[in-house]
């Protein structure tokens, strides 16, 4: 009877979501405490008074009805009373929300999650057939460029024009005289299918950014986060054909191979590794917002990788840059034995360019004794990174992907060691340059599971976890 009233009462004060703990207070103190101006006993998450979390108005509607029930003696002495409100509720909620990115709910939310992964998915296939197109020699194959793309020669007659453009090409005349015109189809089928999956990206990402912007389901900060993405998206395009129009020039010497500016590369290649970490990176946050923790243990544990696992994070990304500058000056083919380069440990050319500088970027055995250098430097690291945390009290989560990285980055050793023994074949090439970026997408999933929980979530998370 008196349970039923309570209930009724507190709903008529808005007052759900919640219970009291008060033991060993009588009822009477606990209606002083309510009405007065300090009241000092513990709630749970949060920390502050439930007195101050909640409006006058509720505090005495609360005290005045308790009063009032004839009840009172029965219940002085009781031991478990629990009362919050939604004025309380409320001010969680707002806490916590703000760590959210997409509004409308929970099918908002997975439905931008699923656009964000399909988009960085797109990405990442970008990459890999952006590295089959190089692998190939294709990326030559079209000596103009325009911003809508233009259909592809459809008559024998258009295959011949383009045919006589990439005759006159400095790649055919000192790399492919005499090719048939069937084979240069398949170099130029290669380099458009690149550059229009690249503006089917383009088109996908924005149909559905204009859709959930109209609907309202993506906040301010996720809308500029993105603007910017989209806009890096689409001067991808432009530095696309800013490194292609380099292949097209003369070479300096004429005993040199027409290729585009190593420079050119690897910014092409690290502006597309950014707007797929970033696509990555956000499409996480969206869909987990909060990273998966389940006592302080396990936080403080956290804490202790993060700090070694954004360094690694740092080499892993200049491991993958160092590459596009292997892959620029063709110094893949330079030395094709480890682990010796030749028959020496240290080849004897690796300062024979001046300024000093130069050969750190363009000449083409030390630019792959930095990549074999780096990429050790980066197997080790995670090695260190997984052997110092197998102690560590930390999620189950965070131990799987730092394990599944430790996997990942021994393969890419092993692959580009292979790589490099059969003289750079398109197969291992380009699956070489695909690990490189899915070594990247642990390390980033790795990173994101490591974020320090929102405060409301601290509040509320016991001190060790309970047995999984």
Known sequence: MFESRLV???KRSKALNGIYTARGRTFNKFLNELSGPSPAFPVPNPSRSFSSMIGPSARNSIV???RSFPHRKWINGQTFMMISTNAAAASIKNKEASKFLVTAGSKAQKAVGMWLFVSATWVFSMVVLG?????????????DWKFTGGLPPMTNEEWEIEFEKYKQSPEYKRVNKGMNIDDFKFIYWMEYAHRMW???LGIMFAVPFSYFLRKGY?????GLRLGVLFGLGAGQGLIGWWMVKSGLEEPESEYSQPRVSPYR???????????????????????????????ITWVRGAAKVRKLAIPVSILVGITAISGAFVAGNDAGHAFNTFPKMGDNWIPDDIFNMTPVIRNFFENTSTVQLDHRILATATLVSIATLWWSTRKVDIHPAIRSLIGSTMGMAALQVTLGISTLLTYVPVSLGTAHQAG???LLTLMIMLTHTLRRPSPALLKSLPSVAKAL
């Open 265 to 295: 590369l690897a910014i092409h290649l690290t502006s597309a590794f950014a707007i797929y970490s970033g696509l990555f990176w956000t499409a996480l946050s969206v869909v987990l917002p909060e990273p998966p923790a389940e006592s």
């Open 8 to 10: 009724s009462l507190l």
């Open 436 to 438: 490189a970026l899915t």
């Open 131 to 143: 590295g089959i197109t190089r692998l190939t020699r294709s990326g030559l194959s079209m000596t």
């Open 198 to 200: 690249g503006r089917a």
């Open 64 to 66: 005045y009805g308790l």
């Open 218 to 222: 993506i906040t301010v900060r996720l």
